[in-house]
Nanobody, 125 residues
Framework: QLQLVESGGGLVQPGGSLRLSCAASGFRLDNYAIGWFRQATGKEREGFSCIGTIDAYTTYADSVKGRFTISRDNAKNTVYLQMNSLKPEDTAVYSC??????????????????WGQGTQVTVSS
C-alpha cells in the first residue's frame, strides 16, 4: 500500500518541543519533495515548510521560521519536522504530502501525489 504516515504529535506546553515524522511505505521518498501543512479547527489548511530532493533544499513560512526545522533521512524513508518554541497558535492537525518535483513547494493548492492522514499537535498549559 502506497502511503505516508505521520507520527509524533501530542500535547505539549508552550515553549516546548515535538518532532514529527512523515514515513513513506510502498515507495521511495528520495524522489519526492515533501511539504508540511497544518490545519487548525475552523481554519484553512496552511502550508509552512518543504524539503526538496536536490541538496535537500528547505524553505519555511515566516510563521515557523527559526522555530521549525525540516530534514530528511532517505535511508529511513522518512522526513522529520523538529518543532521548537511551540506556541498555542501552533495547535493544529499536521500533515505531510509528497510530490515528484525537483524543487519544493508547500502550497496547499499544488497537486501532491500522496498525503498523510495527519497527527494532532496541541500546545496548551
Amino acid at each position: 500500500q502506497l502511503q505516508l504516515v505521520e507520527s509524533g504529535g501530542g500535547l505539549v506546553q508552550p515553549g516546548g518541543s515535538l518532532r514529527l515524522s512523515c514515513a513513506a511505505s510502498g515507495f521511495r521518498l528520495d524522489n519526492y519533495a515533501i511539504g508540511w501543512f497544518r490545519q487548525a479547527t475552523g481554519k484553512e489548511r496552511e502550508g509552512f515548510s518543504c524539503i526538496g530532493t536536490i541538496d535537500a533544499y528547505t524553505t519555511y513560512a515566516d510563521s515557523v521560521k527559526g522555530r521549525f526545522t525540516i530534514s530528511r533521512d532517505n535511508a529511513k524513508n522518512t522526513v522529520y519536522l523538529q518543532m521548537n518554541s511551540l506556541k498555542p497558535e501552533d495547535t493544529a492537525v499536521y500533515s505531510c504530502a509528497a510530490v515528484p518535483i525537483r524543487g519544493c513547494t508547500y502550497s496547499p493548492r499544488y497537486e501532491y501525489d500522496y498525503w498523510g492522514q495527519g497527527t494532532q499537535v496541541t500546545v496548551s498549559s
